[in-house]
């Protein structure tokens, strides 16, 4: 049975026109991020890479969800974010790097809430 590829479609339900809700990134080397992985901004570069919250170089703050993979283990690539006023993001469908507990996840969903990025439950 074939694989079937997630797209956008499976966690972005709005976002506002014109590209307003979308940032143009860079990710850093070394990531290698998913479509719809919750992401962070490295405060030193500038670059996004995976959510971490045990992380002290600003990746612990939750920024945006990425919307497309980008294979950046090799150097750094560009990349597409949902940074704001969007209902966003299926909750169940968001992608989480690493292994973050329940409490990590719902206060990284309370920061992109405060970005305008709306998770809301499957129903």
């Known amino acids: 049975?074939?694989?079937?590829?997630?797209?956008e479609g499976q966690f972005l339900k709005y976002e506002a026109?014109?590209?307003?809700?979308?940032?143009d990134v860079i990710v850093a080397s070394g990531q290698n991020i998913a479509i719809g992985q919750v992401v962070g901004r490295i405060t030193a570069s500038g670059k996004i890479a995976a959510f971490n919250p045990g992380a002290s170089d600003g990746t612990q703050n939750a920024v945006g969800v990425s919307l497309a993979a980008v294979d950046a283990t090799t150097g750094d690539k560009p990349g597409v974010i949902v940074a704001r006023h969007a209902i966003v993001v299926d909750r169940d469908n968001l992608v989480w790097g690493g292994s973050p507990n329940n409490a990590q996840k719902d206060a990284a969903i309370a920061q992109l809430k405060a970005l305008g990025i709306l998770a809301r439950a499957t129903v």
């Open 17 to 23: 026109p014109q590209g307003y809700s979308r940032d």
């Open 1 to 7: 049975m074939p694989t079937m590829t997630k797209t």
